[in-house]
């Protein structure tokens, strides 16, 4: 039960902590204008945002965390004491944790296109957002956008804050894409950085995965070219897309013991068109997932993963040179969608480029979901990763 609870709160095994967890009001931000590295402008872009802890006088003590691709600002805390669970990250933020907000002013932001914009406690701009000038929702007229775009709208807010420089930047999956681009482009403003689960790229391996994610929404004739909203969404490929998108993110061994065995089906023996039990309780955690979340807006942020390499250039590598930050790498041991080589690759670069790095493994049964579920694994690693001068 516990286990199903788990798959219910995230979609992707998102466990919290049952212990006295801090009270966190959403913020939201707003920029009149802003431009894409592709040139277009979006009037305006809103994004909401959530703190904990509190900024010292100089600002100095603020850590920026960088969310993963399903999630959204909630890292830690809960908005009502009545909340089934806190943030995702609550294991490690907050009094006395690793992330401690007694000393440090830790500040998460929604990113742009959030899968989840029918979240009430999520604010975000993307294709089912009402495009101003026309009163219907963008679709796919909304311009693609990319990692880079991500932190320009992170860096407006921290700017309207006066926060000149991060004592860290911490993130997951494509959070860590965010915290590796945010010591890539500003390194001055960058002293810590702790990729969790991630990568300083996308190969054509883990593009092409991704493509997967994309695919059932387009192969749905309820998408409609992305102009379904006066229709309803394209359930069936969101729902696929998201089943997905769970199963990547999952280690085999972790999801068999949540889902039953082929042999215990007796209906797939007799009939080609009957189910696996495991793939019908996936789309149904999937389905329950949809309900939260836009079938354009999985796509934009499958596309802003695809596209990514730090500093967005042609040469990651030589980009990751100037990265000024001490560097922590946290990938998950039986990580198979964002494979540990790339993390190990990733840490080479910036060794080759005279960066100070360490490395350690997240363990677990979980996969990638490790880097959310088994966070406490590697907490002191980062407690005292955070305290190094």
């Known amino acids: 039960m516990k286990l199903l609870k788990t798959l219910l709160l995230l979609g992707i095994l998102l466990i919290g902590s049952n212990s006295q967890a801090m009270l966190v009001t959403k913020h939201a931000f707003e920029i009149p204008h ?36 399903s999630g959204s600002s909630h890292a830690a805390g809960k908005y009502h004491e009545s909340d089934v669970a806190p943030g995702y990250w609550d294991a490690i933020i907050g009094p006395g944790k690793a992330i401690d907000t007694n000393t440090y002013y830790v500040i998460s932001v929604d990113t742009l296109v959030n899968a989840n914009v029918f979240d009430p406690n999520v604010i975000t701009t993307g294709p089912a957002t009402i495009n101003p000038a026309t009163g219907k929702q963008y679709g796919l007229t909304f311009p693609v956008v990319t990692i880079g775009d991500f932190i320009e709208v992170q860096k407006a807010l921290l700017d309207s804050l006066g926060i000149g420089k991060l004592h860290a930047v911490i993130g997951g999956s494509m959070g860590s894409f965010q915290a590796i681009e945010w010591a890539t482009r500003y390194p001055e403003r960058v002293a810590r950085l702790i990729p969790v689960i991630g990568s300083a790229y996308i190969d054509a391996w883990a593009a092409v995965r991704l493509e997967r994610w994309a695919y059932p929404i387009k192969q749905d004739p309820a998408w409609r070219g992305g102009d379904y909203y006066q229709y ?38 007799r009939d080609i068109l009957a189910s ?51 560097t922590l790498f946290l990938p998950a041991s039986g990580d198979q969608l964002l494979l540990p080589e790339m993390a190990k690759a990733s840490a080479e670069a910036l060794r080759a ?36 001068e």
Do not use: C
């Open 353 to 388: 480029a005279g960066k100070t790095v360490e490395y350690a493994e997240i363990p677990g049964i979980w996969g990638h979901l490790d880097g959310v579920v088994g966070i406490n694994a590697v907490a002191e690693n980062i407690r005292s990763f955070l305290a190094t």
């Open 232 to 269: 309803g969404q394209p359930e069936h490929g969101l729902t696929t897309a998201l089943a997905y998108i769970i199963q990547d993110a999952v280690y085999p061994t972790g999801f068999n013991m949540r889902y039953p065995a082929p042999e215990t089906d007796k209906a797939p023996h």
């Open 34 to 69: 802003f431009k894409t590295e592709n040139g277009a402008v979006i009037s305006p872009v809103k994004v909401g945002w959530e703190a904990y802890g509190s900024l010292n006088a100089d600002k100095s003590n603020v850590i920026l965390v960088t969310h993963f691709f």
């Open 276 to 326: 696996f039990s495991a793939w019908e309780q996936l789309m149904a955690h999937a389905k329950l997932r949809a309900t939260m979340q836009d079938a354009n807006h999985i796509l934009y942020l499958v596309r802003a993963s695809q596209l990514y390499r730090a500093g967005m250039g042609d040469n990651w590598q030589h980009a990751l040179s100037k990265v000024q930050a001490k």
